[in-house]
């Protein structure tokens, strides 16, 4: 375990750079709750040209739910088991506990439940702003769940 003394803070740029990584795995968490919805709806249709699945209503609302529980729990769990997500891991940076520890499970989901609120109002622009004007480059999210972005 390393602490914040002996690593490097990320600021804004190599962040961006691994959350756009991992927004390939969250377009395709997209189809994974869509199919999954429409499977159990039986609302998927075969079509010549493949697989269709058109949600409105309820089943659009149950698929936009899995997916945002897909999304956090993607990170959620690889930041608390493994300190990185893909995007993290081939940028090289991780997540840590502010005092240099693996986060905990807990931890983990209040940073990752925060990235709604960073995301607002689009784009990161809250996070980015955070992180901006932070000292120890810290987003909303490491801020209330107590981490910090580490190269």
Not at 37 to 52: P, Q, S
Not at 75 to 84: A, D, I, N, P, Q
Request: aromatic share 8%.
């Amino acid at each position: 375990m390393e602490d914040t003394e002996t690593s490097e803070t990320c600021g804004v740029g190599i962040r961006g750079v691994a959350m756009a990584i991992d927004a390939v795995v969250w377009f395709a968490l997209l189809f994974v709750a869509v199919y999954a919805v429409a499977v159990a709806t039986g609302e998927l249709v075969v079509t010549e040209t493949g697989l269709d699945a058109q949600l409105t209503g309820a089943p659009g609302t149950a698929a936009f739910v899995l997916w945002l529980s897909l999304g956090i729990g993607y990170h959620t769990v690889l930041e608390w088991r493994f300190g990185k997500t893909v995007g993290k891991r081939l940028v090289q940076i991780r997540v840590q506990g502010a005092d240099g520890t693996t986060p905990s499970l807990g931890a983990s989901l209040v940073r990752n439940l925060l990235r709604l609120v960073d995301w607002l109002p689009m784009l990161y622009l809250v996070g980015i702003v955070a992180v901006v004007l932070s000292d120890e480059h810290r987003r909303l999210g490491d801020r209330l769940g107590d981490t910090v972005v580490v190269r």
